[in-house]
């Protein structure tokens, strides 16, 4: 056993180190497709690209790149929760307490570990050590360290008790939402990958890299792919996205320049008016407004049925508006974070179009929200007390008078658990008929 913030500490280099190696992975690999290179070159790239995973802008080859790899991110993320735990699981003499300070503690001990290998990582490279390289590796060490520590403790979310049930509910109604607008942006994606196959495989054949390296540009591109599904979650909802400075993709317009020969942009579709059957994939934030409004909606409806009351229509709106703008401002967070630059000039502010998307999103669920809210509040109370049965009133039995000298019949006893339904009364015994006098016996004459 060791004590726990030399644990923490560990767990938080051996993390970035993990996180390092899967980079060095990548990176050998396209060394291996082209080994005229000099050796030194994938350690910086991979050091780069870790750089860039936790936020952090870096230089490729002079060309300056911004947009967080979300794939790469997660991956990382989760071989080091593995690693954290481990790691916690020898660093404590005796079961530590599940209070919320012990467990910050920890996280944050992971956190800072975790940012000063990153910043050397910076240094390496030669990135600026301010902005967003040490705040994103900040943020991505302390969701490790949190998630690590709060199960190993023992840790839950503690509610007052007049908090409302909706708003307990509110993570399941987040990731409902989220759930349906990420899945129905992912159908969108795949949909516009298949169509575009053969301008995609053109755009692959046309850099000329070989088997080995088409599977390294692939594996690259794949890291992207969360970013991708989160661009098609902003064409979706409306608001669209660009592929560099002056250029529109969205549903109902398209405005494209010179891009970029990376050949995933072949799934980009083409200038000018769109399908008129497009504008039908606006659905999907419609439908993930409703799925959020449910959760929340359903938990709220459920605990006031419990306490004997009727969820009334206007508040189960009030309820499923909120829980959809909330949805929708979540989602447009994750948009700003998926954005970036892939180059200068024109290749700059790549990603979803944020000043529509923090209008369009929160609002569309919001409204969705709002209408689902009201019918299913109306749908599980007004309609459901409704159709509820009457309660049965108990009738009372009537009252035997009992003959004079009659016994009263005892009562049986009630089985606990049973209710106490009144007995219905015997039926009186009918009074027997006096039995005729025996004939005397007639007398004896003697002889």
């Excluded at 049930?165 to 969108?188: D, I, N, P």
């Excluded at 995933?264 to 439908?287: H, I, Q, R, S």
């Excluded at 005892?410 to 089985?415: D, F, I, L, N, Y």
């Amino acid at each position: 056993m060791v004590p726990w913030p030399v644990a923490a500490v560990f767990a938080g280099v051996g993390t970035a180190a993990a996180g390092w190696l899967i980079c060095l992975a990548l990176c050998m690999g396209g060394w291996l497709s082209a080994p005229g290179q000099p050796v030194d070159g994938p350690l910086r790239l991979s050091a780069a690209l870790f750089v860039l995973a936790n936020g952090g802008p870096v230089a490729v080859g002079g060309v300056p790149v911004s947009i967080v790899p979300l794939g790469l991110t997660l991956v990382i993320v989760a071989a080091g929760v593995g690693l954290t735990r481990l790691a916690l699981r020898n660093g404590f003499p005796t079961p530590p307490g599940s209070g919320t300070r012990r467990v910050a503690l920890v996280a944050g001990a992971v956190a800072l570990a975790y940012v000063a290998a990153d910043v050397a990582a910076m240094v390496e490279t030669g990135a600026h050590v301010v902005g967003r390289g040490p705040l994103g590796a900040l943020v991505v060490g302390a969701i490790i360290g949190w998630a690590s520590a709060a199960p190993l403790f023992g840790w839950r979310v503690t509610w007052h008790r007049i908090s409302p049930a909706w708003v307990k509910a509110g993570h399941r109604s987040l990731g409902a939402g989220l759930g349906v607008w990420l899945g129905g942006a992912a159908v969108a994606l795949a949909v516009a990958l298949i169509t575009s196959h053969a301008r995609i495989g053109s755009l692959a054949a046309g850099l000329d890299t070989g088997v080995w390296g088409g599977v390294v540009l692939t594996v690259v591109q794949s890291l992207w792919l969360v970013n991708l599904v989160i661009w098609a979650g902003a064409w979706v909802t409306g608001a669209g996205f660009a592929l560099g400075s002056g250029t529109i993709v969205s549903p109902v317009a398209v405005q494209l320049g010179v891009l970029p020969s990376v050949p995933v942009f072949g799934a980009a579709p083409d200038a000018g008016v769109p399908n008129p059957a497009m504008p039908v994939w606006l659905v999907v934030p419609v439908l993930a407004g409703v799925a959020a409004a449910w959760v929340s909606v359903r938990a709220q409806a459920t605990s006031a049925r419990l306490a004997g009351e009727t969820l009334r229509p206007d508040v189960g709106g009030l309820i499923g508006g909120a829980t959809g703008i909330a949805t929708g401002l979540v989602a447009t967070a994750l948009a700003a974070v998926s954005g970036g630059d892939l180059g200068l000039v024109r290749l700059v502010g790549l990603g979803p179009r944020l000043g529509a998307m923090v209008l369009l999103a929160p609002t569309c669920m919001g409204f969705a929200g709002v209408a689902a809210g009201v019918l299913l509040a109306w749908r599980w109370g007004v309609v459901g007390k409704a159709a509820a049965p009457a309660p049965v009133e108990p009738v009372e039995a009537p009252t035997v008078e009992l003959s004079p000298g009659q016994p009263v019949p005892p009562e049986q006893p009630v089985p606990p658990g049973q209710p106490t339904a009144p007995r219905p009364p015997k039926p009186p015994t009918p009074a027997r008929a006096p039995r005729p006098p025996k004939p005397p016996t007639p007398p004896r004459h003697a002889l």
